[in-house]
């Protein structure tokens, strides 16, 4: 392993030449709303650092219809676009010297469908009829390498410079951009609006968004904030707005340094992309993650605001402020911003289990899922890459934003911080905001102010994990005596003859408790004062001394490391015996861990359910997921196998009892997760099967057609679920039609997504066409094909469904979701033939960039099948002594 260097300008990949520096944009935008297409000219500053002949620049599907230098026009044939490599080349008429110079450009460019770029989005507006009241409103996307398509520019994070925007609009309409408004005059067929110029910032971060728009606000310390949507909704924004400020004090605190622009603008886009987007002073959502309806939005819905929010605006300061020189190391951002999200989110909403549970940021299908699992299950197969990355091209920019970037680099973030202590962290965090601030950096910059703070050489611990691929298993051996023997080596699922590794582990253990008569004897006060002691594990081995041969040790304290632990079958036994000692952390990680094991073959499932069966009843939210999730993988493993029956009874029977422990109705005094508990229960009960939950789901659909109030928000999404996953022809289109006529986009997903788990193929063909027509956003409407190709269990309808319209919908797609789409409707499929389909298919019609998704897909269908006829026996055997247990 090399170590990487600190920032440098001059050495920071790329392509364009570092000679020419932009510092300062002026650039006019005037869109053509009924032709979808706009023109623009720019100005912009150069500095000159050599004598160059030539100025090299990127534009995307620009016209470029007149440039001139230092106000001297340049000829036509100066002008040369570079189609495959995004370049625009300018031709100088002489040598121009070191120094200050003027380029202006004039261009147009396309308002498109997708979010790339400057996009175009129909929406309903509040209290308007479906269909015919269709509005029309303007937004941009730019990351990762997108703003070539809205003007000429250094389209590199790492050429930093003040942008000053000036757009025409429709008079009547709102237009925001990352600074304030200086200046807005009526002129023929509408009016100019002039931005402030920005500090000096990455091109990806500019935004403008313009519409029938909107806002609410409010000041916090020295900032405006304002929450901006579409007419009529912006009062949904309430929740968000105080959230912003809470988060702003936050931040403004940890960071060290103030948020630094005069404003900050949480703008809800309803359509155009799926996630957010952390523009400098003016983030874009998807509106179902910003606006939050106290009446109608589950408890689910607002959690996840939260925490988005907290993400896209920690990046205003780690991303923003201070900015990854190269898109090789986006895990700094993302894992950064992603760490820093939960940490805030966790610490004003104690009560949701953050840590434990957390919904993928960028996840379309809104899967929830455990952060650290998520990352852990990619990076332990074939295809997992180090979450620093060497990236050549738009394109492999465009790929890098994976669970890995985002998910390992917060797991590694966090396991760091629980090993130096939360004050020493935040220190080396405040040292490298301080040094770097309008600035660019590499990794190593972090690891040197870690280690400035820390006096640790943070450096070498962490080149394990972030520059090499996957991580370590640690396996416990107990001799009878007081010793523990360590060993380490590389955790792998489906990856036969995996280049051995070492990582510098991090480790934490406790001894938990008494062994089982003991505890009894000594009553519940065990375990309390036990701080968890910590060992670096530099090499293949370590010991660990005088742990007492009859008591539990439980390694990787709450769960916080990076890395899976195996117990012998002495350990084991004592961990077992142990449970109700553990905190709810440690209790979801031995479940992660002993699912892992199975998975990776290096244990039967009699592991992970022998766990299961022991654990003391609780409805504790984390704990109860993973057990869902399981099942759930398992279940639609089974689709179509004979052991599906019986599998799912003895499902049934494991998440019973927490149901009847909770109720259909909310409690008085039940835990704040209660409703979220609820609702997942409700749905993996339907997806099993359960006759009674789905007569429940019935029985609660037809009271809510007459009365919508009678059904609890937190279980809306959940009891529309199961009900359209058994719907006859009436009910479907009884869900479609509610589904037509609401203007909240939450709202609108829930019934669409219930009618993706129908699974009357009859309905699903009904269903998948849905894709290509209008009636959801355009970033949405797509994704309706994976959905049922999950929900229905019928991949191979929505596969011949989708190699038939490809075309259509990948038309509807942004940059990163165009590499992965076409791979990922192949994910729920579990034959090898299928993989070979999908391989012989992407060879034929899928671009080169498509290839890591396409491996990471065919590799998932290849270990379904193998751990679908491995599981199946194992299961049987498993259920079938039940009954002697
Ligand atoms: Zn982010």
Same mark, same amino acid.
């Given at each position: 392993?090399?170590?990487?260097?600190?920032?440098?300008?001059?050495?920071?990949?790329?392509?364009?030449?570092?000679?020419?520096?932009?510092?300062?944009?002026?650039?006019?935008?005037?869109?053509?709303?009924?032709?979808?297409?706009?023109?623009?000219?720019?100005?912009?500053?150069?500095?000159?650092?050599?004598?160059?002949?030539?100025?090299?620049?990127? &534009?995307?599907?620009?016209?470029?219809?007149?440039?001139?230098?230092?106000? /001297?026009?340049?000829?036509?044939?100066?002008?040369?676009?570079?189609?495959?490599?995004?370049?625009?080349?300018?031709?100088?008429?002489?040598?121009?010297?070191?120094?200050?110079?003027?380029?202006?450009?004039?261009?147009?460019?396309?308002?498109?469908?997708?979010?790339?770029?400057?996009?175009?989005?129909?929406?309903?507006?509040?209290?308007?009829?479906?269909?015919?009241?269709?509005?029309?409103?303007?937004?941009?996307?730019?990351?990762?390498?997108?703003?070539?398509?809205?003007?000429?520019?250094?389209?590199?994070?790492?050429?930093?410079?003040?942008?000053?925007?000036?757009?025409?609009?429709?008079?009547?309409?709102?237009?925001?951009?990352?600074?304030?408004?200086?200046?807005?005059?009526?002129?023929?067929?509408?009016?100019?609006?002039?931005?402030?110029?920005?500090?000096?910032?990455?091109?990806?971060?500019?935004?403008?968004?313009?519409?029938?728009?909107?806002?609410?606000?409010?000041?916090?310390?020295?900032?405006?904030?304002?929450?901006?949507?579409?007419?009529?909704?912006?009062?949904?924004?309430?929740y968000?707005?105080?959230a912003?400020?809470?988060?702003?004090?936050?931040?403004?605190?940890?960071?060290?340094?103030?948020?630094?622009?005069?404003?900050?603008?949480?703008?809800?886009?309803?359509?155009?992309?799926g996630g957010a987007?952390?523009?400098?002073?003016?983030?874009?959502?998807y509106e179902s993650a910003l606006l939050f309806d106290p009446k109608n939005s589950s408890a689910e819905t607002k959690q996840n605001i939260y925490e988005v929010i907290a993400h896209?605006?920690?990046?205003?300061?780690?991303?923003?402020?201070?900015?990854?020189?190269?898109?090789?190391?986006?895990?700094?951002?993302?894992?950064?911003?992603s760490?820093?999200g939960t940490?805030?989110t966790a610490?004003f909403n104690p009560q949701w289990e953050v840590w434990l549970r957390r919904e993928l940021p960028r996840d379309p299908t809104r899967r929830v899922g455990i952060v650290k699992e998520a990352a852990m299950e990619s990076?332990?197969?074939?295809?997992?890459?180090?979450?620093?990355?060497?990236?050549?091209?738009?394109?492999?920019?465009?790929?890098?934003?994976?669970d890995?970037?985002y998910k /390992?680099?917060q797991s590694?973030?966090?396991?760091?911080?629980?090993?130096?202590?939360?004050?020493?962290?935040?220190?080396?965090?405040?040292?490298?905001?301080?040094?770097?601030?309008?600035?660019?950096?590499?990794?190593?910059?972090?690891?040197?102010?870690?280690?400035?703070?820390?006096?640790?050489?943070?450096?070498?611990?962490?080149?394990?994990?972030?520059?090499?691929?996957?991580?370590?298993?640690?396996?416990?051996?107990?001799?009878?005596?007081?010793?523990?023997?360590?060993?380490?080596?590389?955790?792998?699922? =489906?990856?036969?003859?995996?280049?051995?590794?070492?990582?510098?582990?991090?480790?934490?253990?406790?001894?938990?408790?008494?062994?089982?008569?003991?505890?009894?004897?000594?009553?519940?006060?065990?375990?309390?004062?036990?701080?968890?002691?910590?060992?670096?594990?530099?090499?293949?081995?370590?010991?660990?001394? =005088?742990?007492?041969?009859?008591?539990?040790?439980?390694?990787?304290?709450n769960g916080a490391?990076?890395?899976?632990?195996?117990?012998?079958?002495?350990?084991?036994?004592?961990?077992?015996?142990?449970l109700p000692?553990l905190g709810v952390e440690d209790r979801v990680n031995l479940l992660s861990d002993a699912w892992a094991?199975v998975q990776?073959?290096?244990?039967?499932v009699?592991l992970y359910f022998g766990l299961v069966e022991k654990l003391p009843a609780s409805t504790e939210l984390a704990e109860r997921e993973q057990i869902i999730n399981v099942l759930d993988f398992i279940n639609r493993l089974f689709v179509?196998n004979?052991e599906r029956e019986k599998f799912q009874r003895y499902a049934r029977s494991l998440l019973r009892q927490t149901f009847e422990t909770l109720g259909w109705e909310p409690k008085e005094g039940e835990l704040p997760t209660a409703g979220n508990l609820r609702a997942s229960l409700i749905k993996a009960l339907g997806d099993l099967n359960d006759p009674e939950i789905v007569a429940g789901c019935r029985e609660r659909f037809e009271k809510y057609l007459?009365?919508p109030a009678s059904l609890a928000p937190d279980l809306r999404s959940s009891v529309l679920a199961v009900v359209g996953r058994y719907a006859?022809?009436?009910t479907w289109? /009884?869900l479609?039609?509610l589904g037509? /006529?609401t203007?909240s986009n939450e709202e609108k997903q829930n019934y669409y997504n219930a009618l993706a788990e129908s699974i009357?193929?009859?309905?699903?063909?009904?269903t998948?066409?849905?894709?290509?027509?209008?009636?959801?956003?355009?970033?949405r409407?797509?994704f309706i094909?994976p959905l049922v190709a999950r929900d229905s269990g019928r991949p191979?309808?929505?596969?011949?469904?989708?190699?038939?319209?490809?075309?259509?919908?990948?038309?509807?797609?942004?940059?990163?979701? &165009?590499?992965?789409?076409?791979?990922s409707?192949?994910t729920f499929?579990c034959?090898?033939?299928?993989?070979?389909?999908?391989?012989?298919?992407?060879?034929?019609?899928?671009?080169?960039?498509?290839?890591?998704?396409?491996?990471?897909?065919?590799?998932e269908?290849?270990?379904r099948?193998?751990f679908?006829?491995?599981l199946?026996?194992?299961l =049987?055997?498993w259920i079938?002594?039940k009954?002697?247990?």
């Amino acid at each position: 392993m090399t170590a990487e260097k600190p920032f440098s300008f001059k050495e920071t990949p790329g392509k364009l030449p570092k000679q020419v520096v932009p510092t300062d944009y002026s650039i006019r935008i005037v869109p053509n709303i009924d032709k979808l297409t706009f023109s623009g000219t720019e100005t912009v500053t150069l500095s000159v650092r050599n004598p160059v002949r030539q100025l090299v620049l990127n &534009a995307l599907e620009l016209e470029i219809s007149e440039a001139s230098f230092d106000g /001297k026009p340049l000829p036509k044939s100066a002008i040369k676009i570079d189609k495959e490599n995004e370049l625009l080349i300018l031709a100088l008429p002489s040598e121009v010297a070191a120094g200050d110079h003027t380029l202006a450009l004039s261009f147009s460019g396309k308002i498109n469908q997708q979010g790339q770029g400057l996009f175009y989005m129909h929406y309903q507006e509040q209290g308007s009829p479906p269909v015919a009241g269709k509005k029309i409103m303007l937004g941009t996307q730019f990351e990762a390498t997108d703003a070539r398509r809205f003007f000429p520019c250094w389209d590199e994070p790492v050429f930093r410079a003040r942008f000053q925007l000036t757009a025409v609009v429709p008079e009547n309409w709102l237009a925001v951009s990352n600074m304030p408004i200086e200046t807005e005059k009526n002129i023929a067929g509408g009016k100019e609006v002039r931005f402030a110029a920005t500090p000096p910032m990455s091109s990806y971060l500019n935004v403008f968004v313009a519409g029938g728009l909107d806002l609410i606000e409010s000041r916090s310390w020295q900032t405006q904030i304002r929450v901006i949507a579409t007419k009529g909704k912006a009062e949904l924004g309430r929740y968000a707005l105080e959230a912003t400020a809470q988060i702003l004090g936050y931040y403004n605190d940890y960071f060290g340094v103030p948020y630094p622009l005069p404003k900050l603008d949480q703008i809800a886009l309803p359509g155009g992309f799926g996630g957010a987007m952390e523009n400098w002073g003016g983030i874009t959502y998807y509106e179902s993650a910003l606006l939050f309806d106290p009446k109608n939005s589950s408890a689910e819905t607002k959690q996840n605001i939260y925490e988005v929010i907290a993400h896209e605006m920690a990046h205003m300061w780690f991303g923003d402020l201070v900015t990854m020189a190269w898109w090789d190391n986006l895990w700094l951002n993302e894992g950064f911003a992603s760490w820093m999200g939960t940490k805030c989110t966790a610490h004003f909403n104690p009560q949701w289990e953050v840590w434990l549970r957390r919904e993928l940021p960028r996840d379309p299908t809104r899967r929830v899922g455990i952060v650290k699992e998520a990352a852990m299950e990619s990076d332990a197969r074939a295809t997992t890459h180090p979450i620093q990355q060497r990236i050549a091209t738009e394109a492999e920019a465009n790929s890098a934003f994976d669970d890995i970037t985002y998910k /390992k680099g917060q797991s590694f973030l966090r396991m760091l911080e629980s090993f130096l202590g939360e004050d020493v962290f935040r220190d080396g965090i405040r040292r490298y905001i301080a040094a770097h601030k309008y600035s660019n950096t590499t990794t190593t910059d972090l690891w040197n102010a870690l280690s400035e703070a820390s006096k640790k050489p943070i450096g070498e611990i962490a080149a394990g994990w972030t520059a090499q691929p996957g991580f370590p298993v640690v396996r416990v051996k107990r001799g009878g005596d007081e010793k523990v023997r360590l060993t380490q080596e590389r955790f792998t699922v =489906n990856f036969k003859n995996a280049p051995a590794l070492q990582w510098k582990i991090p480790l934490t253990y406790s001894i938990v408790g008494l062994p089982a008569e003991a505890s009894a004897q000594a009553g519940a006060s065990a375990q309390a004062g036990e701080a968890p002691a910590t060992l670096l594990m530099t090499g293949k081995t370590a010991t660990l001394q =005088n742990i007492p041969a009859d008591r539990s040790l439980k390694l990787n304290v709450n769960g916080a490391g990076n890395y899976r632990v195996e117990y012998d079958a002495a350990s084991w036994k004592l961990l077992l015996e142990a449970l109700p000692k553990l905190g709810v952390e440690d209790r979801v990680n031995l479940l992660s861990d002993a699912w892992a094991l199975v998975q990776a073959g290096r244990a039967p499932v009699s592991l992970y359910f022998g766990l299961v069966e022991k654990l003391p009843a609780s409805t504790e939210l984390a704990e109860r997921e993973q057990i869902i999730n399981v099942l759930d993988f398992i279940n639609r493993l089974f689709v179509n196998n004979p052991e599906r029956e019986k599998f799912q009874r003895y499902a049934r029977s494991l998440l019973r009892q927490t149901f009847e422990t909770l109720g259909w109705e909310p409690k008085e005094g039940e835990l704040p997760t209660a409703g979220n508990l609820r609702a997942s229960l409700i749905k993996a009960l339907g997806d099993l099967n359960d006759p009674e939950i789905v007569a429940g789901c019935r029985e609660r659909f037809e009271k809510y057609l007459v009365n919508p109030a009678s059904l609890a928000p937190d279980l809306r999404s959940s009891v529309l679920a199961v009900v359209g996953r058994y719907a006859d022809e009436k009910t479907w289109s /009884k869900l479609h039609e509610l589904g037509l /006529k609401t203007t909240s986009n939450e709202e609108k997903q829930n019934y669409y997504n219930a009618l993706a788990e129908s699974i009357d193929p009859t309905l699903v063909k009904k269903t998948l066409p849905i894709a290509l027509s209008d009636e959801l956003p355009t970033s949405r409407a797509l994704f309706i094909v994976p959905l049922v190709a999950r929900d229905s269990g019928r991949p191979d309808l929505a596969w011949e469904f989708a190699k038939a319209n490809m075309k259509t919908l990948l038309a509807k797609t942004d940059a990163v979701g &165009a590499n992965q789409y076409a791979a990922s409707l192949f994910t729920f499929f579990c034959e090898d033939s299928r993989a070979d389909e999908l391989k012989s298919y992407a060879k034929a019609n899928l671009s080169p960039a498509s290839a890591p998704a396409v491996a990471k897909v065919m590799d998932e269908v290849q270990f379904r099948a193998e751990f679908k006829k491995r599981l199946a026996p194992q299961l =049987n055997a498993w259920i079938d002594g039940k009954e002697r247990r």
